[in-house]
């Protein structure tokens, strides 16, 4: 359907993002494996960042950093029981006091009472609790626990079932989400619109329904490029992952990875059903004439590259996400930006989209604005880091990347530098190669600088037993959870005798007119 465009009105904003889809599915595009028709087509008329990496390879840090622009080490937000503090703006509070309406659809793991954020509306409840019961305790570094933390059953149960908890609201998500848009494009808000829309597959368990489980039957989904590695050739954290998805109790065969790896390409394939008809909804409405669509992910899957599974890592498979921004005029479609960017990009990329001065911004951001190179200038250089805090850790870790080179530094374990260029696997640990001593002084200049690792890691320390303390205390008697719930005023929906029957006839109708 054709709509002449408004080019006097602000833009709207849809933001679809995902949960743990891996950069490396994505690194031009969709891979040729995956059946995503629609994700394909909007890749297509998108600026693409080929080189994206996520701010922390874990769900809460993650997007607390994703909504901020700021890295987990200023958010406080340090992992999937951290609090995110009310008094960080984001996007959506800029975006509102600059005449947004915003709205949030789906999971985005917010700990604490405040489960808005700057969110006019929130559609939908979490997945997952609001409260600090998912503290890791670093005062017992090696401890699993076993209510919460992941194991590998995702993966030796992996494959295709009617419906499972995350497909269930997934379904709910679309569905809302869908049902705002219509509502939008009634024009009874005049403002323009920040949609976000957040799916939580393809995050495991790797479990999917049945006619996108068919869609993969024959098709050559590659093996993990590095197979398990034996003990003595791991690094001390990925030994340590190995403990925290407690591996030995699992024997996980070739078969267990194929099909933990073809759900995870069918859950793709769902999502990119509803991500179809969320954009189908935006095209029939004429919404899609001045709407720009981000497409985005929290964090990676490692999918058993080097026997590991989700995140918390920095490889590759963890690390790099996919993003995209599609504008309504066609800017950049199909161009691909190859420097090193940061999801933590997306923040101030939007406030150029919507107008918002520097000047008004409060915290200066930790990402920065796409727009330049998005309107075609050269990149700049820049160092693009991510942190990680959590289970599975001992010490505070950050990666820095730059150019061609990944440095991994945590005070616990040797240091870690790879040239992505000649070794994109990350088999090859150039740190004690004097070839390459110059590029290891350099970065460990950037950390000296930027970092203050033991005040960091004292921090951490005593925000995870606050809130342990807090936590055990909330437990006992009376118990009152902080999971947002989303309400629905009955008396003003569809038909009521205090309204008139014509008027409510003819202002829900899209389009206005009957063709």
Same mark, same amino acid.
């Given at each position: 359907?054709?709509?002449?465009?408004?080019?006097?009105?602000?833009?709207?904003? $849809?933001?679809?993002?995902?949960?743990?889809? #891996?950069?490396? *599915?994505?690194?031009?595009?969709?891979?040729?494996?995956?059946?995503?028709?629609?994700?394909?087509?909007? !890749?297509?008329?998108?600026?693409?960042?080929?080189?994206?990496?996520?701010?922390?390879?874990?769900?809460?840090?993650?997007?607390?950093?994703?909504?901020?622009?700021?890295?987990?080490?200023?958010?406080?937000?340090?992992?999937?029981?951290?609090?995110?503090?009310?008094?960080?703006?984001?996007?959506?509070?800029?975006?509102?006091?600059?005449?947004?309406?915003?709205?949030?659809?789906?999971?985005?793991?917010?700990?604490?009472?405040?489960?808005?954020?700057?969110?006019? /509306?929130?559609?939908?409840?979490?997945?997952?609790?609001?409260? *600090?019961?998912?503290?890791?305790?670093?005062?017992?570094?090696?401890?699993?626990?076993?209510?919460?933390? !992941?194991?590998?059953?995702?993966?030796?149960?992996?494959?295709?079932? !009617?419906?499972?908890?995350?497909?269930?609201?997934?379904?709910?998500?679309?569905?809302? @989400?869908?049902?705002?848009?219509?509502?939008?494009?009634?024009?009874?808000?005049?403002?323009?619109?920040?949609?976000?829309?957040?799916?939580?597959?393809?995050?495991?368990?790797?479990?999917?329904?049945?006619?996108?489980?068919?869609?993969?039957?024959?098709?050559?989904?590659?093996?993990?490029?590095?197979?398990?590695?034996?003990?003595?050739?791991?690094?001390?954290?990925?030994?340590?992952?190995?403990?925290?998805?407690?591996?030995?109790? &699992?024997?996980?065969?070739?078969?267990?990875?194929?099909?933990?790896?073809?759900?995870?390409?069918?859950?793709?394939?769902?999502?990119?059903?509803?991500?179809?008809?969320?954009?189908?909804?935006?095209? @029939?409405?004429?919404?899609?004439?001045? #709407?720009?669509?981000?497409?985005?992910?929290?964090?990676?899957?490692?999918?058993?590259?080097?026997?590991?599974?989700?995140?918390?890592? &920095? &490889?590759?498979?963890?690390?790099?996400?996919?993003?995209?921004?599609?504008?309504?005029?066609?800017?950049?479609?199909?161009?691909?930006?190859? @420097?090193?960017?940061?999801?933590?990009?997306?923040?101030?990329?939007?406030?150029?989209?919507?107008?918002?001065?520097?000047?008004?911004?409060?915290?200066?951001?930790?990402?920065?604005?796409?727009?330049?190179?998005?309107?075609?200038?050269?990149? #700049?250089?820049?160092?693009?880091?991510?942190?990680?805090?959590?289970?599975?850790?001992?010490?505070?870790?950050?990666?820095?990347?730059?150019?061609?080179?990944?440095?991994?530094?945590?005070?616990?374990?040797?240091?870690?530098?790879?040239?992505?260029?000649?070794?994109?696997?990350?088999?090859?640990?150039?740190?004690?190669?004097? @070839?390459?001593?110059?590029?290891?002084?350099?970065?460990?200049?950037?950390?000296?600088?930027?970092?203050?690792? /033991?005040?960091?890691?004292?921090?951490?320390?005593?925000?995870?037993?606050?809130?342990? $303390?807090?936590?055990?205390?909330?437990?006992?008697?009376?118990?009152?959870?902080?999971?947002?719930?989303?309400?629905?005023?009955?008396?003003?929906?569809?038909?009521?005798?205090?309204?008139?029957?014509?008027?409510?006839?003819?202002?829900?109708?899209?389009?206005?007119?009957?063709?």
């Amino acid at each position: 359907m054709s709509h002449a465009p408004e080019p006097s009105r602000p833009p709207n904003i $849809l933001i679809l993002m995902v949960d743990q889809l #891996t950069g490396t *599915f994505w690194q031009d595009g969709p891979a040729a494996f995956l059946d995503v028709p629609h994700l394909r087509a909007l !890749h297509e008329r998108s600026v693409n960042c080929s080189s994206c990496y996520t701010p922390s390879p874990l769900c809460t840090p993650a997007r607390a950093s994703f909504v901020t622009g700021l890295l987990p080490s200023t958010t406080t937000v340090y992992d999937n029981a951290a609090e995110f503090p009310s008094n960080l703006p984001t996007y959506a509070h800029y975006l509102r006091r600059a005449g947004w309406y915003t709205a949030l659809s789906g999971k985005m793991h917010f700990v604490g009472a405040d489960q808005l954020h700057g969110f006019e /509306d929130r559609l939908t409840t979490d997945i997952y609790p609001a409260d *600090f019961g998912w503290t890791p305790d670093w005062q017992r570094p090696l401890e699993r626990v076993d209510w919460w933390y !992941h194991n590998l059953s995702s993966v030796t149960e992996a494959g295709v079932a !009617h419906t499972s908890n995350q497909l269930e609201y997934d379904d709910e998500v679309a569905y809302h @989400a869908n049902a705002r848009l219509l509502q939008l494009a009634r024009r009874q808000d005049e403002r323009p619109f920040c949609l976000t829309v957040s799916f939580t597959h393809p995050h495991d368990p790797y479990t999917c329904r049945p006619e996108q489980w068919a869609r993969y039957d024959g098709v050559d989904i590659p093996a993990p490029n590095t197979q398990e590695l034996d003990a003595a050739e791991r690094d001390p954290h990925t030994q340590r992952l190995y403990g925290a998805v407690d591996a030995e109790r &699992f024997t996980v065969t070739d078969a267990h990875v194929a099909a933990a790896r073809r759900a995870y390409c069918a859950n793709i394939s769902y999502l990119d059903d509803k991500i179809g008809e969320l954009l189908s909804t935006l095209e @029939a409405t004429g919404l899609g004439d001045n #709407t720009v669509v981000v497409f985005c992910a929290d964090h990676g899957d490692m999918l058993g590259e080097r026997g590991l599974w989700y995140k918390m890592n &920095f &490889f590759e498979g963890a690390a790099r996400v996919p993003l995209s921004i599609a504008f309504p005029d066609g800017r950049g479609a199909g161009r691909s930006l190859d @420097a090193p960017t940061s999801a933590m990009d997306v923040v101030p990329t939007l406030l150029d989209i919507a107008g918002v001065k520097s000047e008004d911004v409060v915290i200066p951001f930790d990402g920065r604005s796409l727009m330049p190179m998005i309107n075609g200038a050269a990149p #700049t250089e820049r160092v693009v880091a991510v942190e990680y805090m959590a289970e599975g850790s001992v010490s505070s870790m950050v990666m820095l990347r730059e150019g061609n080179y990944k440095y991994i530094y945590c005070a616990a374990d040797p240091e870690q530098l790879f040239d992505l260029a000649s070794d994109p696997a990350e088999r090859d640990n150039l740190a004690t190669d004097p @070839a390459c001593s110059d590029v290891l002084k350099h970065f460990q200049s950037l950390l000296e600088c930027g970092w203050n690792l /033991d005040a960091l890691d004292a921090d951490v320390r005593e925000n995870q037993q606050r809130r342990i $303390l807090c936590y055990e205390a909330l437990r006992e008697g009376r118990y009152t959870p902080w999971d947002h719930e989303p309400r629905q005023t009955a008396p003003d929906r569809f038909m009521r005798n205090h309204l008139d029957l014509n008027e409510v006839e003819a202002g829900s109708r899209v389009p206005a007119q009957v063709s």
